[in-house]
Structures are given as C-alpha cells and as structure tokens.
C-alpha cells in the first residue's frame, strides 16, 4: 500500500486541523475511531487554513469547476470555488434531484450508493474538475464521483480531501487521479 503523501502540504495546516479535529472512540462502533471536522470548519482560521490547503497547487485558471459531494464535501467546494474564481457543482445523493440526472452507482461497506448529476442544464464535456471531499476512506464515494464525471464527459484534474483513513485502500483505488491530503487519522 503506498503511504499517504502529506508532505507538500503546509505544517501549519496540519497542525490548524489537528489542534482543531476532535477525535471520539468507538464511534459509530466499538474499536473505530471518528474524527469530527466540526471544530475544524466552525474556527474561521482553521476553516480558511483548510481551504488553502484543499486548494492547493491549483490556481485561478486551472480548473473549470469545483465539485462537492454531498454533504460536508459542498461546504467545502464552495469556499475553494470561491477561492479559484470558477463554479461549484454539487454532486447529489440519489434522488435529491429532479429528472433526467447523470448517476452512478458504487458499493459501501454496508450497501450500496448512488451519486447524481443534473442531465440537463450542465455540459460537464472537455470541462476540468477538481473533486473535495472531507474524508478519503475506502475511496468508493470519490471513485464514485470521478466515474459520473468521467460519464458526463470532464476531465478529473485533482481530488482534495481534508483527512485520509490509512489502511482503508481508498488511495490504491484511486491512484490515477491526482490527490490532495491535508493529514491522516
């Protein structure tokens, strides 16, 4: 399994998230530990601290859009959509939208998922995407995500995400992409 790479992130935005991250044990189960952004996002310097982060080598120019998923994934997008001077898309759980919709289906731990799109209103064709998210686990909701965008016809140009779950293979799984990791669990 490859390591996560964390080093070109900035020590400082490191250490913003975890003095600012409360971690609880055996949540949601006994023997896991969750770890609460909450504290993270609700400070404005450790919130402004991620979003640098997440926007990391990107600039102004380099991507047409940012994309959130559903949910903590969009408050994210769009602070790093502001930040990057393009548009945020949210990319849905399954019937938050109205027809036609572009989805995806993938596979959880406990079942099964859907990610949409809207179909029309959105031509994603030749368009380049960067991808945030709070939590890169398994991998299956970005890979889920980078599969719709594939389908809608754009160009994946990153994925940013705040806090890795080693041991989890979500990096293996999505090792052709280009992926941002402030700091692991």
Same mark, same amino acid.
């Given at each position: 399994?490859?390591?996560?790479?964390?080093?070109?992130?900035?020590?400082?935005?490191?250490?913003?998230?975890?003095?600012?991250?409360?971690?609880?044990?055996?949540?949601?189960?006994?023997?896991?530990?969750?770890?609460?952004?909450?504290?993270?996002?609700?400070?404005?310097?450790?919130?402004?601290?991620?979003?640098?982060?997440?926007?990391?080598?990107?600039?102004?120019?380099?991507?047409?859009?940012?994309? *959130? #998923? +559903?949910? &903590? @994934?969009?408050?994210?997008?769009?602070?790093?959509? =502001?930040?990057?001077?393009? !548009?945020? $898309?949210?990319?849905?759980?399954?019937?938050?939208?109205?027809?036609?919709?572009?989805?995806?289906?993938?596979?959880?731990?406990?079942?099964?998922?859907?990610?949409?799109?809207?179909?029309? *209103? #959105? +031509?994603? &064709? @030749?368009?380049?995407?960067?991808?945030?998210?709070? =939590?890169?686990?398994?991998? !299956?909701? $970005?890979?889920?995500?980078?599969?719709?965008?594939?389908?809608?016809?754009?160009?994946?140009?990153?994925?940013?995400?705040?806090?890795?779950?080693?041991?989890?293979?979500?990096?293996?799984?999505?090792? +052709?992409?280009?992926?941002?990791?402030?700091?692991?669990?």
């Amino acid at each position: 399994m490859t390591e996560p790479a964390i080093s070109e992130v900035s020590p400082t935005i490191v250490a913003a998230v975890e003095r600012l991250m409360r971690r609880v044990e055996d949540f949601p189960a006994a023997g896991v530990q969750f770890c609460d952004l909450t504290p993270v996002l609700a400070d404005p310097d450790g919130f402004a601290a991620v979003v640098d982060g997440l926007v990391g080598s990107h600039e102004v120019g380099s991507v047409d859009y940012v994309a *959130g #998923l +559903d949910a &903590r @994934g969009f408050l994210l997008a769009g602070a790093v959509a =502001v930040r990057l001077h393009t !548009g945020v $898309l949210a990319i849905r759980k399954a019937g938050k939208l109205p027809p036609p919709v572009h989805s995806r289906s993938y596979e959880l731990e406990y079942g099964a998922a859907t990610l949409e799109l809207p179909a029309d *209103g #959105l +031509d994603l &064709r @030749g368009k380049r995407v960067l991808v945030v998210d709070d =939590v890169l686990a398994t991998g !299956g909701t $970005l890979g889920a995500a980078v599969g719709l965008l594939d389908d809608c016809g754009a160009v994946v140009a990153g994925l940013s995400v705040v806090l890795e779950v080693p041991g989890l293979g979500g990096r293996d799984r999505l090792a +052709d992409t280009p992926l941002t990791c402030l700091t692991v669990a």
